[in-house]
């Protein structure tokens, strides 16, 4: 039988905040983390609604000074990775383990290339300094002796870097491995979305932008932010007392094989990531409690995915509960899997169902048992959370309350 | 915690391969028409706006559909990974100029879904219709490693009836010219493999070219038990901790184009396997099917 695998620590930066506690107090209490800024320097006059992370944390050890001189992206890679170690208790005595790290990164170089570039860089003209990529940064500054990747399927990036890490577990090819998503807004991520017209142009208030399922959406609300977990068997981390926030039960991906940006109108090839997924966990739908919707507030993707529901749950899809956290985080893009993988946490941890805010006026072509405005108390012991990235990726991430 | 004193070890046969080597020169008609399609026809101008290592990666992937025993296959659930190096430099630096010029309206909305470290295998999965997970690994130096470790973990795993894995970079990395173009004499290299696991390739009755990928996760303990720690060579420049087997030397070649030569040799002039060490002390090699079974016989 394949090992059980535990999620046994976690580190994140989101815009509901940073520790485990507080995202989760602000998720379940509904709160929006989106926000008015000043990201385009070109306008001053101008204010982006965005859901942004306003101070990425300083792991436990670590000199801020000597933190702060790391680039922005490293800044929020490095801190979700240390204080998922420390929360795992591995932070030390980790020698005699082998750890991988498996992050979903979506567009790493663009990133750095822009952000250097902002500083008065010239750094994509210098091919001679990309030396050392982020994780393997993280490898050597957090002295991890696994295997070191990153992955990427947009908006699903986590999805499949969770994935990965299961199945290193499972093969037998580290003790424990580092898995999450992570990703920030730049001016350019900013407005290569804005000119594909995905954003919402609302203009009235931050906080009602984001509204996923809801008729009057208009698009997406950029996030930033990442969340990274620790992975272990379960037999490992119970012989070091370690406790599971959850297990990992399953995994499932496919493609639409359709369009680089629009997402299917035939949901037979998500439905079947879904499913795979269920397999995977060895459960059926009537065995889901709830389920993380990708939605992010598109009229085409959030219809699709509703499609994608009622054929991967069938009947079953007239009792689940689904709910859309980028309501309140917004899209945090290659960090959305694993950000909406910590809701999930927080739903089987809290036995709570978090909402979806500001579905006022939930879409009819969206058919499905919403969770609008507030949390509310649920037995919650299987989820199941979609990732849909561009390229037609899909993914389904199964969590199980851990026996 | 369980403390493995074993090296573990999986392996998948490579079914076919595909190999493209393009000059700048030579991109824009492969842009245009990077290969027939065994599956559905590519639609026109599909291409327009793909970072050049996505176009090189597709025209590979049509090379070894054509080229192989895997012609009569249905791809309808195989999974494509891509891990190119770099992806994005030429149409990244070619934005930030446009963006310094025009502000935030210039950006083309193109460039993240073109130019991201999934975009080659976005690319590839939609054009041929393959319906198995895809997805972008690595992306920076240690592309080739990362894309091999993850592929072999892929094809190990789940129903998949097999995966495409595919290897890009520029060879030299060029330096852009701010216009999406480079003054680099350079090439833009891919190479393809058509991977199944053993046990489906020998039920197919398949062994084209008789070809194995192997990895090798190393063994946490030495021989006297005493535990090796593994290092990986970013982690450890000086060698001090001392990973668990050094990779060989090598000439200057980038790995890639090393093993684009060892795959467009004759089958039998590879007498000697293909081989990477990995950053964190694995290995892969790619040897003939035969040579690996002679390893296992002795």
């Known amino acids: ?403 | 915690m369980s403390v493995r004193s074993f090296a573990a070890t999986c392996e998948c046969a490579v079914a076919a391969h595909g190999v493209i080597a393009a000059p700048l020169n030579v991109l824009p008609a492969l842009r245009e028409q990077p290969g027939d399609s065994v599956r559905r026809p590519i639609p026109p101008r599909f291409l327009r706006h793909s970072d050049e290592q996505t176009v090189v990666g597709l025209a590979a992937v049509l090379k070894a559909m054509h080229a192989g025993p895997l012609r009569e296959t249905c791809f309808d659930n195989w999974g494509v990974v891509a891990a190119p190096r770099f992806p994005g430099r030429l149409g990244g630096a070619a934005t930030f100029r446009k963006y310094g010029q025009g502000g935030p309206a210039a950006i083309s909305p193109h460039i993240i879904p073109q130019n991201s470290l999934h975009s080659v295998s976005s690319a590839i999965s939609i054009s041929l219709a393959m319906h198995g997970p895809n997805f972008g690994i690595g992306g920076g130096p240690e592309a080739l490693a990362e894309g091999l470790t993850v592929a072999m973990t892929l094809l190990d795993s789940s129903d998949l009836p097999g995966l495409w894995l595919v290897l890009t970079q520029w060879s030299p990395e060029p330096v852009p010219d701010g216009l999406g173009s480079t003054q680099t004499e350079t090439v833009c290299l891919a190479v393809a493999l058509g991977m199944l696991r053993h046990a489906k390739q020998n039920s197919a009755g398949q062994d084209p070219e008789g070809v194995t990928l192997r990895l090798t996760v190393p063994p946490r303990l030495d021989r006297s038990g005493r535990q090796v720690r593994l290092v990986s060579a970013a982690a450890d420049p000086a060698g001090q901790t001392g990973a668990a087997e050094e990779p060989p030397e090598r000439s200057g070649v980038p790995p890639l184009v090393e093993l684009a030569r060892w795959l467009a040799g004759k089958p039998g002039e590879r007498s000697a396997p293909w081989s990477l060490g990995l950053p964190w002390g694995g290995r892969v090699e790619l040897a003939r099917t035969n040579d690996f079974q002679q390893t296992k016989a002795a």
């Open chain 1, 1 to 403: 039988m394949t090992q059980r695998i535990w999620m046994t620590g976690v580190g994140a930066a989101t815009p509901l905040g940073s520790g485990f506690a507080t995202f989760a107090e602000n998720l379940l209490g509904g709160k929006s983390g989106v926000a008015a800024h000043q990201l385009l320097p070109q306008d001053p006059s101008q204010r982006q609604f965005i859901a942004a992370v306003d101070e990425i944390p300083v792991p436990p050890g670590w000199a801020e000074a000597d933190f702060r001189r790391y680039k922005r992206l490293e800044q929020l890679t490095l801190s979700c990775t240390a204080r998922a170690l420390d929360d795992a208790g591995l932070a030390d005595g980790r020698d005699d383990l082998r750890i991988g790290v498996v992050l979903g990164l979506g567009a790493e170089y663009l990133r750095i290339w822009e952000l250097d570039m902002l500083a008065g860089g010239n750094r994509v003209y210098t091919p001679d300094q990309d030396l050392l990529s982020v994780v393997h940064l993280i490898q050597r500054e957090l002295g991890l002796n696994g295997p070191a990747v990153s992955v990427a399927a947009a908006c699903a990036s986590g999805g499949y870097a969770l994935g990965v890490a299961r199945r290193w577990l499972q093969l037998g090819w580290v003790d424990a491995c580092l898995a999450g998503g992570c990703d920030l807004i730049t001016p350019m991520s900013y407005g290569g979305f804005y000119n594909l017209r995905a954003l919402s142009r609302r203009d009235d208030s931050p906080t009602l932008a984001s509204r996923p399922f809801d008729r009057a959406r208009d698009g997406f609300v950029m996030g930033e932010g990442g969340s990274v977990f620790v992975l272990e068997g379960e037999a490992a981390a119970r012989r070091r007392g370690a406790s599971a926030y959850a297990e990992f039960a399953g995994f499932g991906a496919t493609s639409d094989a359709s369009h680089m940006v629009i997402p299917s109108t035939e949901p037979q090839p998500a439905s079947r990531a879904v499913r795979l997924a269920l397999d995977d966990a060895g459960v059926n739908p009537d065995d889901v409690d709830y389920v993380n919707a990708h939605a992010a507030g598109t009229t085409v993707g959030d219809r699709a995915e509703a499609r994608v529901l009622q054929l991967a749950l069938g009947d079953a899809v007239a009792r689940v509960p689904v709910s859309s956290t980028k309501s309140m985080t917004g899209h945090l893009l290659s960090g959305a899997a694993a950000v909406e993988a910590l809701a999930c946490l927080v739903a089987i941890r809290h036995q709570a169902l978090p909402p979806t805010v500001n579905l006022d006026d939930p879409d009819p072509e969206c058919d499905l048992q919403h969770v609008p405005h507030c949390a509310r108390p649920a037995s919650v012991r299987v989820v199941a959370s979609n990732s849909f990235g561009f390229g037609g990726s899909n993914t389904c991430l199964v969590f199980r309350k851990a026996a």
